[in-house]
């Protein structure tokens, strides 16, 4: 039977296998939302209790590539991770000791990549909607300020939620359900997928949900050999992704925003299963 903790995660118990490396996926969209904040201070020295040695921890994320390192370098991480709802795998160069096939080199790491090209994306967008004479106002036709104001984020956070490299957001002028019913079905005709968002779209190429989990989860078996993982959601997850994990922390939605209870989870789940030690190694 799951278990939950007094400040409302809730753990799901179904491993008695020890011995093994740990691999928590976390999802942190409802969670790390305000790095610049001195709660990811607290968060990061919460982290460093994790024995490093064997477990990890990727972010799985919307955000771009620019803003998970700047996540991590918040946090003291250095981890592989999932930018843009599964576009690319990104992995420090030299975390596994041998090849990535069908990687490509981008600022000390290693992308697989299974999104479509930016650039390529941002055209089609705009030329789909302009073919249905639908407006919209893309990122790429604002402004850092702009985009600063809109989302409610610092100048730096915009910068880099500015820096995308597989999907495109957007806002309709006339937010009408039928246009973006058409517009979206219209997506699908040149391969891709949009996303409804709060204050903005998303679209991007059709990428499985899971597989730049599956894809990291078999490079760690690779290179670890058995595996636990972990998955860290929150209450409209994809299920999919759940079913690939040993184990599942799900946040409520009412702690989404705190992000020391998030790292003191993370801890005390990976402290909790059998066969762990609770000495730390540096990330």
Known sequence: MPSIRPDGYRHSR????????????????GVLRAPHTDAFITAAAALKQLPFDNTALVLCSA???????????RLAI?????????????????????????????????????????????????RTANRLRIELIAFSDMSID??????????????????????????????????RVRLFKAFEGVDLRGREGSRFDRV?????????????????????GDVISVGVTGPRSDDTLLKLMNRVIT????????????????VDCVNELPGQHRTSVPA
């Not at 989990?213 to 078999?218: G, K, N, R, T």
């Open 14 to 29: 179904s491993v008695s296998n020890s011995g093994c490396s740990i691999v928590v996926f976390s999802d942190v969209d």
């Open 63 to 73: 955000k771009t590539r620019a803003e998970l390192e700047f996540v991590q370098q």
């Open 78 to 126: 250095r981890q592989p991770f999932i930018c843009e709802n599964g576009a690319a795998v990104i992995i420090p160069n030299g975390y596994f000791d041998f090849h990535l096939a069908n990687s490509r080199a981008v600022a000390g790491c290693q992308a697989v990549e299974f999104g479509r090209p930016y650039a390529d994306v941002a055209d089609l967008l705009h």
């Open 146 to 179: 702009e985009v600063a104001r809109e989302c409610g984020l610092p100048l730096l956070q915009a910068r880099l939620a500015k820096l995308r490299d597989y999907e495109e957001l957007f806002r309709l002028v006339d937010p009408s359900p039928s246009a």
């Open 204 to 224: 991007g190429a059709p990428i499985a949900g899971a597989v730049g989990v599956d894809l990291l989860a078999s490079l760690y078996r690779r290179g670890r």
């Open 251 to 266: 946040i409520p939605a009412d702690a989404s925003t705190d992000v020391v209870h998030w790292a003191e989870s993370i």
